[in-house]
C-alpha cells in the first residue's frame, strides 16, 4: 500500500511541459546589457588577462578615472587581430568590476550597451 501511495505521489509531483515550455526555457539570469557582435562569441582570452585586470569595488574613495586607465593598460597587452579593441575591452570589464561597481552594471538595462 504504501508503494502505491509513493508513485501516486510521484506522479503529482511530475510536471506536464508541453512543446513550447522545452523550446522557450526559463531564463535563470537576467540579460546582460552588454550586446556584442555575433562573431564576438567565439571570443578567447587566456585565464592570465583576467588575472592582470585592476578591481574597481565602486567606493567613493577610489578613483574611477585612474582605475580605468589602469584597466585600458592591461587591455592593450592584449592583442587579437579578429576583435577590435572596443569588444576587448567590453568582454573584460565585467571581470574587474567587484562589489557596488558590479551591482551597477548588473543593474542597466538589458542591451544599453553595445561593441
Not at 523550446?23 to 557582435?37: E, G, K, Q, W
Not at 562573431?39 to 578591481?55: E, T
Not at 582605475?67 to 579593441?85: A, G, I, K, Q
Request: charge should be positive; aromatic fraction near 12%.
Amino acid at each position: 500500500m504504501a508503494e502505491e501511495d509513493n508513485q501516486s505521489l510521484h506522479n503529482e509531483n511530475i510536471r506536464v511541459r508541453t512543446l513550447k515550455h522545452h523550446m522557450n526555457p526559463t531564463r535563470t539570469s537576467a540579460p546582460s546589457c552588454i550586446v556584442f557582435l555575433p562573431d564576438a562569441s567565439h571570443f578567447n582570452f587566456k585565464l592570465n588577462i583576467i588575472q592582470l585586470l585592476p578591481f574597481f569595488h565602486g567606493l567613493d574613495l577610489k578613483n574611477p578615472y585612474l582605475y580605468l586607465r589602469e584597466f585600458e593598460e592591461v587591455c592593450n597587452t592584449y592583442n587579437d587581430s579578429n576583435y577590435s579593441m572596443n569588444t576587448i575591452r567590453l568582454k573584460l570589464f565585467p571581470f574587474s568590476l567587484k562589489d557596488k561597481a558590479k551591482a551597477w552594471l548588473q543593474n542597466l538595462r538589458p542591451g544599453s550597451i553595445r561593441a
